[in-house]
């Protein structure tokens, strides 16, 4: 009995890992919100991180998070860096490209839970007076995020924060 519960078990454990070696090398998340504003409002507060603890989903997720700014004071080369508790870990954010009114790319490296690094991107496209925010992640998937995978969506994980931010995004511009 013990033998085919092991027997089961290592079973299942190689399925696990087949799966996980199935997965994608890379991930993209996007989501995507119309806000009835200009681009150039909310590229004020998407292209200078001191505005991020208005809108960021994870700003609220831990009150005495550590934040460190340097570099530009906004826009290309502003740098973010954050040190929190389990919920928002550490890491740091390096805007590398700011296409007024419509584009900025973000370097994220995180460091805590676990070292990966990823590029963040916001599009604005105005149309008819409002403008759509699309808010994309992209990067590599090492092996643990891919086991992590079979058994979690990372597009639903980070999409709800996506969705959250957007939100929050779209009530601090639309006053």
Known sequence: MIRRIALVLVLLFIGILGMAAMQPNTFSVTRSVTIKAPPEKILALVGDFHQWQGWSPWERLDPSMQR?????????????????????????????????????????????????????????????????????????????????SVFMSMDRIIGRDFEKGLANLKAATEK
């Open 68 to 148: 460190v700014h340097s570099g530009a004071p906004s826009g290309k080369g502003a740098v973010y860096a954050w040190t929190g508790n389990d919920d928002v870990g550490a890491g740091k954010m390096e805007i590398t490209e700011l296409t007024p009114p419509s584009r900025v790319v973000i370097k994220l490296d995180f460091i805590k839970p676990f070292e990966v690094s990823n590029v963040t991107e916001f599009t604005l496209v105005p149309k008819d007076g409002q403008t759509q925010v699309s808010w994309t992640m992209s990067g590599p998937m090492p092996f643990i995020s891919k086991i992590m």
